[in-house]
């Protein structure tokens, strides 16, 4: 396939379907600070909930995770607290 836009570049992902490659960028690079005491406007509550309908694509660098995935991690996120408690650092919050 040709590339249709010569300045992005494209590969194929495990579905044979061409995908752009993302490329890190600074000076496009946002950060926003959350608080607790901020609400969520409308259009951004819209937005969530059509995202939540669209259903999940998992692709070679991104599989979908296995349930030893999850409990490796698991550990592995409690391995860290009990470190962070041992050195006297904060754990992280969950949401």
């Known amino acids: 396939m040709?590339?249709?836009?010569?300045?992005?570049?494209?590969?194929?992902?495990?579905?044979?379907?061409?995908?752009?490659?993302?490329?890190?960028?600074?000076?496009?690079?946002?950060?926003?600070t959350l608080t607790s005491d901020m609400k969520p406007t409308d259009s951004q509550l819209k937005m969530i909930q059509e995202a939540s309908k669209k259903p999940i694509i998992y692709e070679d660098d991104c599989p979908e995770l296995t349930p030893q995935m999850i409990e490796a991690f698991k550990n592995a996120a409690t391995q860290r607290n009990m470190k962070l408690k041992k050195a006297g650092k904060k754990t992280p919050e969950l949401v």
């Open 2 to 32: 040709k590339n249709p836009n010569p300045n992005l570049e494209y590969r194929k992902n495990s579905k044979g379907r061409m995908v752009i490659v993302e490329k890190y960028d600074p000076d496009t690079m946002v950060s926003f």
